[in-house]
């Protein structure tokens, strides 16, 4: 049994302009979420980036829910649209960004690889609630992983060719696993 939470907050839609672009599925192939942070300074930067358009078909790379630091939840792209969150394993999941600087704005200089922002207390409450949410809206939703659990490969450091840096690291070590899983009875799961 789940504890109690606080009802979820307002969801504030604002779709990205090439939503209607993405490609489609029921929401019955949705069985996973990943958990990002955008490793920009704010929401604001993290909707610039979600913007940009990257692919000829039009579109970019964002996720479906993004989350401030106080807790409020906005939507850019639908569940039902499939976004461009995570190489190789959008099809089957919901992205979810919290606000946090992560390694901004050196994210593959060896010499700055520490994530060193908590994820404020708002936040994560505003997190399970929207999970145990999307839980009861997607009927096949039972894992979550971090975006470091799926996308795996290194890359030369910016600044020291020689060296290798992970591509992703988000959410990253301050992200707090054991409560999620707890308070979501949702399962992590890796890289296939």
């Not at 789940?2 to 907050?9: F, G, H, I, K, R």
């Not at 901004?104 to 399970?128: F, G």
């Not at 939703?141 to 060719?161: C, K, N, Q, W, Y």
């Amino acid at each position: 049994m789940l504890p109690d939470l606080p009802p979820l907050p307002e969801i504030d839609y604002r779709p990205l302009p090439y939503e209607a672009r993405l490609g489609t599925r029921p929401r019955e192939a949705i069985t996973r979420v990943v958990i990002h942070c955008t490793e920009t300074p704010d929401l604001a930067s993290a909707r610039r980036f979600g913007e940009k358009v990257l692919y000829d078909s039009g579109t970019g790379n964002s996720g479906h829910y993004y989350i401030d630091r106080d807790g409020r939840v906005l939507l850019y792209v639908r569940p039902e649209r499939i976004a461009h969150h995570v190489s190789g394993h959008n099809a089957d999941s919901v992205g979810i960004e919290l606000v946090n600087r992560g390694r901004y704005p050196h994210w593959l200089d060896s010499r700055h690889q520490a994530m060193t922002e908590p994820y404020p207390e708002a936040q994560i409450q505003a997190l399970i609630a929207l999970l145990r949410h999307l839980r009861h809206e997607l009927p096949n939703l039972r894992h979550i992983a971090g975006h470091e659990d799926l996308d795996t490969r290194t890359v030369p450091a910016s600044d020291d060719p020689s060296k290798t840096v992970p591509r992703k690291r988000d959410p990253g070590p301050l992200f707090p696993w054991e409560r999620v899983l707890r308070e979501t009875g949702l399962v992590r799961i890796v890289a296939d």
